[in-house]
């Protein structure tokens, strides 16, 4: 196995990343064996709260981990492993970045293979195991020049598991990570860090949201269309109160968080969703 075994934060996974030629996988002339597009999973054991334990273990450390992975992959015969395994501390590096793992049946040779320390079917895909792997899928296609939201099946986008027709794996990696949202993000990311220019597409509800009684009796007669629907607005709105937004219409991961955090200040109901209640205040707030 081509192994490194070691673990990052977000700005030592980039500095890492600039640094790895993955030039010859990149432009493979076979096709087949042609680095396309990440895959994402979740390890499902250990889960979130698993992983979070094992740190109070003296002298665990994600490399330890790192290291005991790679000896039962090789107990299993595989010649790799996954790229990457995430958690809420650090991105962990296993496999070489710049040739094939092994991860998922179909397209170990044309893929990266991300793991995420969790069990996103119970767990919510939340704090900083989102954070950091919508950084590191986010940066891996930035080094690829990968279009994460020009999806098409086995050739390029961000793929999930659960998409490889030969796994067993069907749910991999979770009904909590949702697909839309996630690309959503990871295309927010590549703008804001290092103005890409792919096009998001639409962020989604898993399901159709339960709208609060607050948010529909809200008296909202002197608010202008704009003031209720426009983005730009509330961008606007939040950098007058000392937020730094790009003002650009969309709802990324940092005008959710700033509107949190407004949402906290007020303390209104911080779900991260500029409703009616909430740009009412922003209208107001000094």
Known sequence: MNVICKAFTIEEFKAYVDKVD??????????????QFPVV?????????????????????????????????????????????????????????NVHGTHTPSWNKISWGIETAAEFENEPFDDGVKTNLIAAVAILCNKAGFNPADFHLGKSGIHFHKEDKGTTHQSCPGKNLNKANFVYDVVDYMHDHFGSTFIAPAFQEISHPNISEAVQIADTAGMSMEELTSVKWVQVQLNRLGEKLVVDGSVGIKTKEAVQRFQKKMWLTADGIAGPVTRKALKVAK
């Open 41 to 97: 999973h979740n390890t499902s054991a250990p889960t979130q709260a698993q992983y979070k334990g094992w740190h109070s273990r003296l002298g665990w450390t994600p490399e330890q981990w790192g290291r005991n992975l790679v000896s039962y992959y090789s107990g299993l015969g595989w010649n790799g492993c996954p790229h990457l395994f995430v958690g809420y501390d650090k991105i962990l590096v296993l496999n070489a970045l």
């Open 22 to 35: 993955i030039k010859s996988w990149l432009e493979n002339t076979n096709i087949k064996e042609r680095l």
